[in-house]
């Protein structure tokens, strides 16, 4: 699933478009959600899980991403399972199961209810 935000959502003035999955299952996909230029995606209770070398989900931009009660499976040594890259949107990551990698290397800030936060060890 690809959501790419509109003109003024990639200049950090979103309209209040969102794209929301409430419950799904995926597998073997290369990247399974990507979100740029200021989209916005929620998913909750879904299911990933497959062999191949892949990214459960790409960020980038002032997108924001909100990730809850999802399972994410790779195979060993698959590396990150969310990749923040050029990251400076809001992301929320709660009550989830990464099998591999949990957050990616990427320019992003960190932000934890309003301070700086670490980077997690998963």
Do not use: H
């Not at 195979?75 to 400076?88: D, V, W, Y």
């Amino acid at each position: 699933m690809k959501v790419v935000g509109g003109p003024q959502a990639a200049q950090g003035s979103p309209q209040g478009g969102k794209t929301v999955l409430f419950a799904g299952s995926s597998s073997g996909n290369t990247t399974n959600y990507s979100v740029s230029n200021g989209g916005s995606l929620m998913v909750q209770d879904s299911w990933y899980e497959g062999p191949n070398q892949s990214t459960f989900a790409l960020v980038t931009d002032r997108s924001q991403f909100t990730l809850e009660g999802s399972r994410v499976a790779f195979a060993k040594g698959n590396g990150p399972a969310i990749q923040l890259n050029n990251f400076s949107g809001n992301a929320t990551i709660l009550s989830n199961t990464l099998s591999s990698g949990g957050l990616g290397a990427g320019n992003w800030k960190r932000q934890c209810l309003g301070r700086p936060a670490t980077r997690p060890t998963l």
